[in-house]
Every structure is written in structure tokens, then in C-alpha cells.
């Protein structure tokens, strides 16, 4: 599935470091090295949501599930197989792994698109779907995880479009004010990780 | 008592970009300021912050908000070389452009233009959207920034080399990376979390 064979880190290894492959010593260590508290709280912000001291509401399966999930869509096979193991590791279910391995396969699309208030900005209005969880992976996922997908899409591919009727809706399917809050981070976060691996790894393969 | 959304109360969406001071109004409730605990408090890194709805509601998750501040303040004020300080807002400013962000686009171009002195640049970015011509240098800024945000990613070889053409070292390429990478995390919180309003 994957060209590059990436080790799976502890807790306690930077993960962008082992998904770019910065060994120490590297021209791209030293980089790192310059911006010492974007590298450390980057991690941290990885660990505050992947592995919390307070896990609260959201359990490390949802959190690894969404994980997943997040980084299917960002079509990286490393990044996504990185996330696949650590859910495998979270104590996911076979059942629950398939479903987002499925989730990941129907939800594919291209972003960001979406929609802006009334004016000026209309023309640059651009179409596109949706998600919505097939009935069969819906099964798998259950109704909480369901609802949670379907706004990570959202997140992921068309932001602008987000309105309050989303957070009600999970908010409807179990989620709390708290752990929508966490939903949320999860997504953007990710989507910040992810575009540094994909930027350093790029710049690492030009040195 | 099951939460519910907020309705933001009446006000007037701003319905293009803008370099104008916004308010960000939220759909979710943010945790009063009587109720918050000193880790809440600690998690806000600027006291100031207690006073932002957005910063009160990303409390509810404290150590993620806190390492999400630190994280952002080091990408963006660290003054040890790289990306001069209104690059890195330049290429905030263009990410939360591309992803329709209208709140995020304010602040941060705002900033680029305060440091850059460019306004009339800034301005035809907020104005034209990312493919406007603001000189190659910028051009080239914005164009990695563009590729880095979009899903799935077209950042490629091409973008660093012409960042390299445009005087760029692989210290302020690295800046450019971060400075989108964080724009695609902020950008996704304010779009999804509440709505910009034209202050008044």
C-alpha cells in the first residue's frame, strides 16, 4: 500500500519527524530546530488529541476512527497507513475498521469548495456534495460516529458551507458542546499535520 | 438541560473579503468566564484572550487549545530568519482566501499589510482572489500556499523551486509550509464554529 515504510513512533516520538523521516543530524532537523516551540506543541497539540491526560467524552477508538478517517481523504497513503495502525492499536473493532476504511472510500472529492453569503462573492460560489453515510457503513459505525463523519467532510473538503444546522446535528446524535469542541480541533488539527508532512517532505526530497 | 446551537443575535455578515475589523459570533456556547478554572484560564496563554468568545469556546478542550496557541505563536512571531513576518501573513492571508475563511482573511491581512506596507497588494488578493498578480515573489508565496491547501494536496517540487527562484531559502520555505499548514487548521475552527460580523 505504501512506498515508504514509515516506524511507527511511541508516545513520546514527533510524529511529523517520523512521517517526513527526519533523522537527526538532517538539513531538515536543523530547520525544525529553528522554530523549537512550533516543533514541541505541535506535538503536543498531537498528543492533547490523540492521547489526552483527560480522554473525557470521546474515547481513543472515536478519536483514531475520525483520525483515520481524516487522513483517507488527504489521499497520502503513509499519512493515512500511520493513522489505520494507531486505530488498529486503539482498540477498534474489526467491524469499526472496516467502516472507515469504507467511509474513507466513499467520501473521497477535491476541496475546498462551497458556498458564500449572498453578494459579491456568489460568483465565486462552487459546487459539491454533501456526505452522507451509506446505510451499510452507517451499520458499522453507528449513528454517533455516523454523524461525526459526515461533518468531517464537511470540515475537510468545504468548510465555507458550515452553518449551525451541522453542530445541532451532532449535537442530536450524542455529541456534546465539549466534545464537538474536541471533534473540531481533531479535524483542523490534522489538517494542519498533515500539509506540514506533505510541505517538509517535498522540501526534504528538493535538498 | 440537552445544549442546542446559539443563535447569534442580529447583525450584518460581511459579504466580501475585507481588511476591516470583524466579530466572530458563536454557534456554540463558550464557557462563561465565572466558571472557568485556572487550567482554562492557563489554556487561553494571553489573558486577554478571556475576553474572545472563540478563545473561551476552544477552552472547553484545554490542552488542545493551549498547544494549538503555541504552536501558532512560534510559526508566526518567531523573529530568528526565514520568512519575514508579513510573508508568513501573506501566506495566511491567501490560505484562508482559497478556503473562504472571510474572518481569518481580516486579521491576517490586516497584518500583511501593517508589515509589508503593501496594502494595495493586499487589497487585490481579498479583492481578485489568490490568482491576482502581486509581484513574483509574493506570486510564488501564495501559489505553494494554494497547492499546500488544497485536499488532496498539489504541493510539488515545482512550487519549491520557484519559491528558491524567488529568493526563498529552505528556512522560509519551511515558513511558508507552516504558515498555510496552520492557516488550514484556524481556518476550519472559525468557519465551523461560528459566523464573522461586521463590527458595529
Redesign the interface.
Known amino acids: 500500500m505504501t512506498e515508504r515504510t514509515t516506524r511507527r513512533p511511541g508516545a513520546e516520538a514527533d510524529v511529523i519527524d517520523a512521517l517526513v523521516g527526519i533523522a537527526p543530524g538532517s538539513?531538515?532537523d536543523a530547520?525544525?530546530a529553528?522554530?523549537?516551540?512550533?516543533r514541541?506543541?505541535?506535538q503536543?497539540?498531537y498528543?492533547?488529541?490523540f492521547a489526552?491526560?483527560?480522554p473525557?467524552d470521546v474515547t481513543a477508538a472515536e478519536r483514531f476512527a475520525v483520525g483515520a478517517f481524516v487522513a483517507g481523504?488527504?489521499?497520502?497513503a503513509a499519512i493515512a497507513a500511520f493513522y489505520v495502525a494507531l486505530l488498529g492499536d486503539s482498540g477498534a473493532s474489526t467491524e469499526l475498521r472496516d467502516a472507515v476504511d469504507a467511509a474513507a472510500a466513499e467520501a473521497t472529492?477535491?476541496?475546498?469548495y462551497?458556498s458564500?453569503?449572498?453578494?459579491?462573492?456568489s460568483r465565486?460560489n462552487t459546487a459539491g456534495p454533501a456526505y452522507r453515510v451509506s446505510a451499510a457503513t452507517r451499520r458499522k459505525l453507528g449513528p454517533r460516529l455516523a454523524a461525526a463523519f459526515e461533518?468531517v467532510h464537511?470540515?475537510?473538503?468545504h468548510?465555507?458551507d458550515?452553518a449551525?444546522?451541522?453542530?445541532?446535528t451532532l449535537?442530536d446524535a450524542g455529541w456534546?458542546?465539549?466534545t464537538?469542541?474536541?471533534l473540531?480541533?481533531i479535524?483542523?488539527?490534522l489538517?494542519?499535520?498533515?500539509?506540514?508532512v506533505?510541505?517538509?517532505r517535498?522540501?526534504a526530497?528538493?535538498? | 438541560m440537552p445544549e442546542t446551537v446559539l443563535v447569534p443575535p442580529d447583525h450584518t455578515a460581511p459579504v466580501a473579503f475585507t481588511r476591516a475589523q470583524l466579530e466572530w459570533l458563536p454557534w456554540l456556547e463558550p464557557l462563561a468566564v465565572e466558571a472557568m478554572t485556572e487550567r482554562h484560564m492557563a489554556s487561553l496563554v494571553d489573558a486577554a484572550r478571556v475576553k474572545s468568545p472563540y478563545f473561551r469556546l476552544l477552552a472547553r478542550d484545554p490542552d488542545a487549545l493551549e498547544a494549538r496557541t503555541r504552536t501558532d505563536k512560534d510559526i508566526f512571531y518567531n523573529p530568528d530568519a526565514g520568512l519575514p513576518r508579513a510573508e508568513r501573513e501573506l501566506a495566511a492571508a491567501a490560505t484562508s482566501r482559497f478556503n473562504g475563511c472571510v474572518y481569518c482573511a481580516s486579521v491576517h491581512s490586516r497584518h500583511a499589510a501593517t508589515y509589508s506596507k503593501r496594502e494595495a497588494d493586499v487589497q487585490r488578493l481579498l479583492d481578485d482572489g489568490v490568482g491576482a498578480d502581486l509581484g513574483e515573489r509574493w506570486n510564488a508565496i501564495v501559489a505553494a500556499s494554494v497547492a499546500l491547501t488544497a485536499t488532496p494536496m498539489a504541493f510539488g517540487p515545482e512550487h519549491v523551486e520557484r519559491l528558491r527562484r524567488a529568493g526563498l531559502d529552505d528556512l522560509a520555505i519551511s515558513d511558508v509550509i507552516h504558515a498555510a499548514a496552520f492557516f488550514n487548521w484556524a481556518n476550519r475552527l472559525m468557519l465551523s464554529l461560528g459566523e464573522p460580523a461586521v463590527a458595529g
Open positions: 538539513p531538515l530547520i525544525r529553528r522554530r523549537p516551540e512550533a514541541a506543541q505541535a503536543a497539540s498528543r492533547a488529541l489526552p491526560d483527560a473525557g481523504l488527504h489521499d497520502d472529492g477535491r476541496g475546498p462551497g458564500y453569503p449572498a453578494g459579491p462573492l465565486e461533518h464537511l470540515l475537510v473538503f468548510p465555507r458550515a449551525p444546522a451541522a453542530l445541532q449535537l456534546s458542546t465539549t464537538i469542541v474536541t473540531s480541533q479535524v483542523a488539527f489538517s494542519f499535520q498533515i500539509r506540514v506533505v510541505g517538509l517535498t522540501l526530497d528538493r535538498s
